[in-house]
């Protein structure tokens, strides 16, 4: 399982960016993908996740309302997006994509202990 994300990159409050998040080498259509983030000094924090199997999607209270997560191709080549608008300053931080095989429960969505494949992370920096 590879993932790539991309679409990091410098954003003014209020503004708007769209990252991806390349997933390949899934056998079966039934996986989980989520995006975190993670400040220094602080722990990864989930944000946003969509099951692939159902297309439940599950927001953090934070981003609900501004972010958006969504899924487009094959399921062996797919990207995951997640729209972000109405940006806030606190937004800023290393955006990660993880992925996991099955349907995580809902309580655990934002767990990064549930998920076992990791992108490298790309940045977004909020500045006006």
């Known amino acids: 399982v590879n993932l790539v994300e991309s679409g990091g990159g410098f954003v003014q409050p209020g503004g708007s960016l769209r990252l991806s998040c390349a997933v390949s080498?899934?056998?079966?259509?039934?996986?989980?993908i989520g995006w975190f983030r993670q400040v220094p000094g602080k722990e990864r924090e989930g944000v946003a996740c969509?099951?692939?199997?159902?297309?439940?999607?599950?927001?953090a209270d934070s981003v609900k309302g501004r972010f958006t997560i969504s899924s487009s191709g094959p399921r062996n080549k797919n990207t995951v997006y997640l729209q972000m608008n109405n940006v806030k300053p606190e937004d800023a931080a290393v955006y990660y994509c993880?992925?996991?095989?099955?349907?995580?429960?809902?309580?655990?969505?934002?767990?990064?202990?549930?998920?076992?494949?990791w992108g490298q992370g790309t940045q977004v920096t909020v500045s006006s």
């Open positions: 969509i099951s692939r199997s159902d297309g439940r999607t599950y927001y």
């Open positions: 080498g899934f056998i079966f259509d039934d996986y989980s």
């Open positions: 993880a992925a996991e095989i099955g349907t995580i429960e809902q309580w655990a969505v934002f767990r990064h202990q549930e998920y076992d494949y």
